[in-house]
């Protein structure tokens, strides 16, 4: 591997993308003795939750905690389900052509949901549901079982 130790410790994203041998590494499909393997994480001392920070999408202000790693790359990735639609982090780190760009795109989309404005919008839309269930639901709760009781 061209000027680094294994495992990457520090720039893990820029190191990734920079490297032409952990882009081969982090882009292959793996064979038959060696695979991208999620897993969970490891059990460090004092770390009971064993939930560590995503790679992909967390920055300084903003973090997802993540359960599982990549065995083969030796990174934590998060499985969280974006607003957009994107492939979670695990998906995005092996397949991103530009890693730097797909990272700065999934720490801005994760500011974006968290911030204040958008986290009211979602607990506005879940009332609004909500309260359409419970005042919807009665009514046709009350004659579908009429209809039943015919």
């Not at 790679?55 to 903003?62: A, G, K, N, T, V």
């Given at each position: ?35 991208h393997t999620v897993a969970p994480n490891p059990i460090k001392e004092g770390n009971k939750s064993n939930r560590r920070t995503c790679i992909m999408c967390s920055s300084h202000e903003y973090e997802t905690k993540a359960s599982t ?82």
């Amino acid at each position: 591997m061209e000027g680094g130790c294994w495992p990457v410790k520090r720039n893990k994203i820029k190191t990734f993308h920079e490297s032409e041998d952990l882009q081969r590494i982090r882009k292959w499909r793996g064979g038959l003795l060696l695979q991208h393997t999620v897993a969970p994480n490891p059990i460090k001392e004092g770390n009971k939750s064993n939930r560590r920070t995503c790679i992909m999408c967390s920055s300084h202000e903003y973090e997802t905690k993540a359960s599982t790693h990549c065995t083969l790359c030796q990174v934590v990735l998060c499985k969280r389900r974006w607003s957009d639609g994107s492939p979670t982090c695990i998906v995005a780190f092996h397949t991103a052509d530009d890693l730097n760009a797909e990272s700065k795109r999934r720490r801005d989309l994760l500011k974006s949901e968290k911030s204040p404005e958008a986290v009211a919008e979602r607990q506005a839309e879940r009332k609004r549901k909500r309260d359409e269930r419970e005042s919807g639901g009665e009514g046709e709760g009350g004659s579908s079982g009429a209809a039943a009781a015919v």
